[in-house]
């Protein structure tokens, strides 16, 4: 790149040199009518030119460009894309500014709250503000920017916030946001509660202090049973539903519903944590360790951040709840930030199935998979019985029944499986099949499966139990709802279905299987999926846990908060997150290694370079870099100027994440 500096990207060509005889040619009508200058987000995709430019309006553009609309500039000899963020008289760039290309559109869809949390999370991930933009603002729709929707002129609805006087300082909560004020909770709901309806009375408080809210789910399935809840207790028309999943009309619809101020209520997964609510009073979020929340796109932001930082930005209140608890949730409560919503033990033992936990073994015996209490509990409930099973598919991966080695394909190694019962054995590679197989270590020819999916699980329970419907959930067929009745509903994790009333009996199968994940997470994540299936049963259930009883038992005593609090101090001893920052950088080798010998801040530990998958080199290496919690700002600021300083070297990027959520 050119010693100019980025300021030169945005000038206008010099003007046609004229004889010196001549009189000075006239100013052409356009430039004789300066307007004031607007300052640009320009989307250049550049991390060292994150920052606002200047650009001259003409004046054809003067009426049409308001402070946060849709414009097009001229960017490095290219039309870009970009929004205005302010009006201004004067610049402070010293040549020639640019004229505005174009207005795409006068309707504002950046607001300055939301260009503000932009930033803040940009600055927090070690990102860039267009970046962050993308995932905050859909794109246009022209025929959905024409239409309007109307508000509703009925007064709002008498709400009840009798669910909340089960937890202590519940009905506390919901008054304070009725009062207009701020408070800010993490709430460990109960089972035979909807929380839907418990978070639309408070939303519905909320309204009634004239303030809006935001409300996050992890995916479009809880989108649409919360929906219909909003819409029974906030009444017709005060809400609309925002996902990335919706038809691009229908998504900037809603979209642009929230930014006119047309409502106030925002639902939808985590798209709508940037939703540009107008009086924002209450920003809410239901499983906050759903690892949906986690935005796959640079800079990789999680849900549940992006809310607090608005809560902190636009004093809000604040309400994350789930039937499970995170160590971020538990390390909040801990420093005082927000106060804890939680049931006294008494209830919270009435309120969650009666767990039993069994290894399988039996009289000294070895384990088996299927237990018998498993199938006592069967066979004496009288309702729907859900098993869980960590497993999709059939027989995933396949060993040999003599000499226990896996199961490899002749011609490429790779593993071998049966997709289903009727398919033949191949490998799940190439997908060539291996039939006749004979082992190369032992010559047996009988397979064995030590990992068994939930389709082969269903027909084990099917041959067992004949006289009971079973239904299977998961992969891509998920069951959102399941008519009451005996019947076996066998789900894998998150795509349990529900039941109306609730399930008479819960299983817990291959717990082990759940904890054998190499992640840092991996045990509050299996816990997260343990008690939301748990919060499924009905009042009086039962449920069988197959595990080791030491390991389970946060699930026997109906403490989430318990496990959190161990899981925190967990990460305390090891520093990872939340009590420290963590951040990964993957790239080419000899990059790692010239980083490895940077400064990044005075405390920051570099662990590597490693293999970011050690099964596949090929994937490249990473470097991690972890620091004090006081000194994360100053680490993403770091990877920040590292991010852009190889862009203006014009150097391939790097893969920079912030507290990532799988490690």
């Known amino acids: 790149m050119s010693d100019e500096g980025p300021e030169q990207l945005a000038l206008v060509p010099p003007a046609p040199t004229t004889r010196a005889r001549k009189p000075a040619a006239k100013p052409a009508p356009e430039a004789a009518s300066i307007r004031p200058v607007a300052r640009v987000v320009v989307d250049s995709g550049l991390a060292h030119l994150d920052r606002l430019f200047d650009y001259l309006v003409p004046a054809t553009l003067d009426a049409r460009t308001v402070v946060g609309c849709r414009v097009k500039v001229r960017f490095a000899g290219r039309l870009v894309d970009g929004f205005v963020v302010e009006r201004v008289d004067k610049t402070d760039h010293d040549g020639r500014l640019a004229f505005l290309a174009k207005v795409v559109s006068s309707e504002p869809v950046l607001h300055p ?16 503000l267009g970046d962050v933009l993308r995932l905050a603002i859909p794109p246009r729709h022209a025929r959905a920017e024409a239409a309007r929707v109307t508000r509703p002129d009925t007064a709002l609805p008498v ?18 946001l009725r009062a207009g004020e701020r408070p800010r909770a993490w709430w460990s709901a109960l089972p035979g509660q909807d929380p839907a309806r418990l978070v639309a009375e408070a939303v519905l408080a909320t309204l009634g202090s004239g303030r809006g809210s935001i409300v996050c789910v992890p995916d479009i399935r809880d989108v649409a049973r919360w929906d219909a809840v909003f819409t029974e207790v906030l009444g017709e028309d005060r809400h609309v539903a925002l996902t990335a999943a919706e038809e691009p009309a229908d998504r900037y619809r809603a979209f642009l519903a929230a930014s006119r101020g047309d409502v106030q209520v925002v639902l939808g997964t985590r798209a709508a944590a940037f939703a540009p609510v107008s009086d924002l009073g209450l920003v809410a979020m239901w499983d906050d360790g ?20 608005r809560a902190t930005n636009q004093e809000t209140a604040l309400l994350i709840g789930g039937h499970a608890r995170t160590a971020e949730g538990q390390s909040l409560i801990d420093s005082g930030w927000c106060v804890e919503l939680t049931a006294d033990q008494r209830e919270r033992r009435r309120a969650w199935p009666r767990l039993t936990v069994t290894d399988g073994s039996t009289a000294g015996a070895a384990p088996v998979r299927l237990p018998q209490e498993a199938f006592r509990a069967i066979r004496a409930a009288k309702g729907p019985v859900l098993v869980q099973v960590p497993r999709r598919g059939y027989r995933e991966s396949l060993s040999c029944q003599t000499c226990r080695q896996p199961a490899r394909c002749t011609e490429c190694q790779g593993p071998l499986g049966q997709p289903s019962a009727s398919a033949p054995i191949a490998c799940r ?27 082969r699980t269903a027909e084990e329970f099917a041959r067992a139990f004949p006289d009971l419907e079973v239904v299977t959930s998961g992969g891509q067929t998920i069951l959102d709802h399941v008519e009451p009745g005996r019947r076996l509903v066998l789900a894998t994790p998150g795509a349990e279905p529900h039941v109306a ?19 840092v997470r991996v045990e509050e994540e299996s816990h997260r999926r343990w008690f939301n299936a748990l919060a499924l049963a009905g009042p009086g259930a039962t449920a069988v846990a197959v595990g080791d009883a030491h390991t389970l038992q946060a699930l026997v005593r109906a403490d989430p908060a318990g496990f959190a609090a161990r899981e925190l101090a967990s990460r305390a001893e090891t520093h990872l997150p939340p009590t420290a920052r963590l951040a990964t950088v993957a790239g080419p080798d000899e990059v790692l290694a010239e980083l490895s010998a940077r400064t990044w801040t005075p405390r920051t530990e570099l662990l590597g370079p490693v293999p970011v998958d050690p099964r596949s080199p090929e994937a490249g290496e990473r470097l ?13 600021a770091a990877l920040a100027a590292l991010a852009a300083e190889r862009s203006a070297a014009k150097q391939a990027g790097l893969r920079i994440q912030v507290d990532p959520l799988s490690l």
Not at 113 to 127: F, P, Q, T
Not at 164 to 175: P, S
């Open 113 to 128: 709250e939301v260009l503000a949390l932009a930033r803040a999370v940009a600055d927090r991930y070690a990102g860039t």
């Open 159 to 176: 709400g009840s916030a009798a669910g909340w006087q089960t937890y202590a300082h519940g009905l506390g909560f919901v008054a304070a």
């Open 290 to 309: 759903d690892d949906l929340f986690a935005e796959p796109r640079s800079p990789y932001p999680h849900a549940r951040e992006v809310l607090l930082l």
């Open 429 to 455: 590679w190439c997908g060539r099949a291996a039939s006749p197989w004979a082992c190369p270590h032992c010559q047996g020819t009988e397979l064995r499966s030590p990992v068994v999916g939930a389709l």
């Open 501 to 519: 009333g609730g399930y008479d009996v819960v299983i817990l199968l291959d717990t082990w299987l759940m904890l054998a994940r190499e992640d």
């Open 624 to 636: 991690i870099l972890r620091a004090p919690r006081r000194e994360g700002a100053a680490l993403a």
